[in-house]
């Protein structure tokens, strides 16, 4: 069993930060990419940043471009997104999520199909 944990949200107002963590657990397996993805209340899921665990590129939405990071910590098997400068259309559901699969292409990695398993969500809320 794999497993996902989340952990890092809460309650801040507009213009601070969160650093969000996603550990992984349980069985070893193989993942190409981990990644971050959002959901409001209403709104479908949608994708935030992913990280090829291997060599550490990234792709972000346009959206958080330039205020959001994600990174990992190999040894640790966790991956962290760090929010700056974060406004109230940020507030939502965020999950992490690892892809087993190989894509050559980082633009397959936006999408959550491509991801095998979840954690179980942290919320975070910005407030104006």
């Known amino acids: 069993q794999v497993q996902l944990v989340e952990s890092g949200g809460g309650l801040v107002q507009a213009g601070g930060s969160l650093r969000l963590s996603c550990a992984t657990s349980g069985r070893s397996f193989s993942r190409h990419a981990m990644g971050w993805f959002r959901q409001a209340p209403g709104k479908e899921r949608e994708f935030v940043a992913a990280?090829?665990?291997?060599?550490?590129?990234?792709y972000y939405a346009d959206s958080v471009k330039g205020r959001f990071t994600i990174s990992r910590d190999n040894a640790k098997n966790t991956v962290y997104l760090q929010m700056n400068s974060l406004k109230p259309e940020d507030t939502a559901v965020y999950y992490c999520?690892?892809?087993?699969?190989?894509?050559?292409?980082?633009?397959?990695?936006?999408?959550?199909?491509?991801?095998?398993?979840w954690g179980q969500g942290t919320q975070v809320t910005v407030s104006s």
């Open positions: 999520a690892a892809a087993q699969k190989y894509y050559s292409n980082s633009i397959y990695y936006t999408g959550a199909g491509q991801y095998d398993y």
């Open positions: 990280i090829r665990w291997s060599v550490g590129s990234t």
